[in-house]
């Protein structure tokens, strides 16, 4: 038998497993923490999942905890505050998408045009920098500049408004999360874009100037179009996490006078399961919320591979 045909010659499954191991052992060994740490922390912990379906008692055990079915999530469907920390999830995590998630394209755009690179730098690291601010920081500054006396309420003070807690209001809450939101995520969000739009091509750019197109067609034309694969992944992405609001956030900000427009699913999970020990009732909100949270995704995922060319999977 020739070497070709040696080389070319189908190698069973396990011995082409066998094979890539020990020629890859190297970055196998490396992959191993990653691995391991999605297993225990991610994986291993839905066993507990079995909660949701029974009448959860510590002193019992998961093993010996009586079976309830499905009483949980009726439980859950039927409570009083079922439609409010639903309207809230929602209408929080879609002014982020609808907001938030153009903003960071529209910054991406602007940062690209800047034609001093110091300038352009310093614009990016002014930008990135409130992303590295730890969240209990990012909320006492919050709230210091909504209070009554506060920096933010003195300004709306003075365009006419009424001195108050922006806190304690609860038609305010969603716009103070909005905005600090922006604020700490703008630079960093666009990070992705930016990388994006220098794998542009330079020539497209020439030809465009030659036939006297402006910024703002060469941006719409050349650019938006350039990165519309990485700004569908990371829709798709953004849909899949709408039930998925930032709880440490509000948990660090809301107080009962705000549960009205404050109180989304996570934390709702969070009060249930800790404060008030129903760890069945919250188990099955989680795992309601992370199958509507799967499904989003996979119905984002699916119409963007329909009606573009750009998907995840």
Known sequence: MSTNAIANKELKPNASWKHDFLMNRHLYLLALPV??????????????LIMAFQDYAPT??????????????????????????????????LLSLTIGFPLTIVFALLVNEITSNIFKRTVQTISYLPYFIPIVVVCGLVIDFVSSNGAITNILVGLGF????????????????LTSEIWQGLGYGSIIYIAAITNVNPELYEAAYIDGAGRFQRAWHITIPGIM??????????CGLIMTVGYDKILLLYNANIYATADVISTYVVRMGINRMQYSYATA?????????TTLFLVSNALARKYTESSIM
Do not use: C, H
């Not at 009424?162 to 999360?177: G, H, S, V």
């Not at 694969?229 to 953004?238: F, G």
């Open 285 to 293: 909100v989680g795992l309601f919320n992370s199958l509507v949270g």
């Open 162 to 177: 009424e001195r108050q807690n922006l806190l304690l209001n609860p038609k305010y809450f969603w716009w103070i999360n």
């Open 35 to 48: 691995v391991l740490y999605f297993l225990i922390f991610n994986y291993l912990p839905m066993g507990g």
């Open 60 to 93: 019992k055990g998961i093993l010996d905890s009586q079976w309830v079915g499905l009483k949980n999530f009726i439980d859950f469907f039927t409570a009083p505050d079922f439609f409010r920390i639903l309207r809230n999830t929602f209408v929080i995590s």
């Open 229 to 238: 694969p990485i700004i569908i992944v990371m829709l798709i992405l953004r």
